[in-house]
């Protein structure tokens, strides 16, 4: 599979394509580039995520301030496994990366020492994909602290908001949403005000080499080993875990991801005794990771 790289643009804004959206379902997302500064200065060092289950090859460029993105995608029978008519992949939109405040950093930029996401978080949550029936109490706005604990064993809650209350974030939002399948997706977002404070929850839930504090609707749950830290952008780091048979009254897939200021917790969970889509979950979190990094 050969590589391919976007090419910056120039000074002013950036070209797009003019081939509309596809209908495809495989077809991946796109982040439609915003307009660069207007000095131009040279381009980052480009990124690639590469995943066996998507048919797309992640480039990325860096403009101006740092947040005009293109993506380059390649055909589906060019990656190697994905040759099959239907690997499951939800149907996701196109992704765009929201405005930052006028004179504001990019998280991972220079002169952003504390890597703090200045656009809205709520921007930032993973859009739903198509068939998606909204879930009303995670609409993809503001949370309540009491909201993002029910996420966790009604034993585990009131430690869980101990640490909170510690680290004081400055927001909670999320989105979560239901599929035709049954499988219901759960995206929280918790910004803290710098990356220490971010990490630090990080180890207080005793995440890492376990899933530490176990999730609502949880039994045994350990590291996926199907995860490779190939999938993780530049500036963020994932630890995957999946419920391990036997499973209770349902399957759950979960992940944290740690970028820079920001904590997310992806869950995917469907009811009954076939277990949770691997795939699906995996392209939730890595087009999730794409908006944070």
């Known amino acids: 599979m050969s590589e391919q790289t976007?090419?910056?643009?120039?000074?002013?804004?950036?070209?797009?394509?003019?081939?509309?959206?596809?209908?495809?379902?495989?077809?991946?997302?796109?982040?439609?580039?915003?307009?660069?500064d207007a000095s131009p200065k040279p381009p980052r060092r480009v990124l690639r995520a590469v995943a066996r289950w998507t048919a797309a090859a992640l480039a990325f460029g860096v403009l101006g301030t740092g947040t005009a993105f293109g993506i380059a995608s390649l055909e589906r029978t060019d990656v190697p496994g994905l040759a099959t008519e239907d690997d499951g992949r939800w149907d996701y939109p196109e992704l765009s990366l929201p405005a930052l405040p006028a004179g504001s950093p990019p998280p991972f930029g220079a002169g952003n020492p504390a890597e703090i996401h200045h656009a809205d978080l709520r921007d930032l949550l993973l859009p739903a994909p198509a068939g998606a029936v909204p879930d009303k109490k995670l609409p993809g706005g503001w949370i309540s602290t009491e909201t993002f604990l029910d996420a966790y064993r009604q034993q585990d809650r009131q430690s869980v908001s101990q640490l909170i209350e510690d680290a004081a974030p400055r927001h909670i939002a999320a989105r979560g949403w239901t599929m035709p399948d049954g499988t219901t997706s759960r995206i929280y977002l918790v910004r803290f005000t710098s990356t220490a404070f971010a990490s630090g929850m990080i180890d207080d839930l005793n995440v890492g080499a376990s899933a530490g504090t176990p999730l609502d609707r949880t039994d045994t749950t350990e590291i996926d080993e199907s995860w490779s830290s190939q999938n993780d952008f530049e500036n963020t780091s994932?630890?995957?875990?999946?419920?391990?048979?036997?499973?209770?009254?349902?399957?759950?897939?979960?992940?944290?991801?740690?970028?820079?200021?920001?904590?997310?917790?992806?869950?995917?969970?469907?009811?009954?005794?076939?277990?949770?889509?691997?795939?699906?979950?995996?392209q939730t979190l890595i087009l999730q990771n794409q908006l944070l990094a």
């Open 6 to 36: 976007v090419t910056p643009g120039t000074t002013g804004t950036p070209a797009t394509t003019g081939t509309p959206p596809s209908d495809n379902v495989f077809a991946p997302p796109v982040l439609r580039p915003e307009a660069p």
């Open 238 to 282: 994932s630890f995957v875990f999946a419920e391990q048979a036997p499973f209770g009254a349902e399957h759950v897939r979960q992940a944290y991801t740690l970028a820079g200021d920001t904590l997310a917790l992806v869950v995917h969970e469907r009811p009954g005794k076939r277990e949770t889509d691997r795939i699906p979950f995996q």
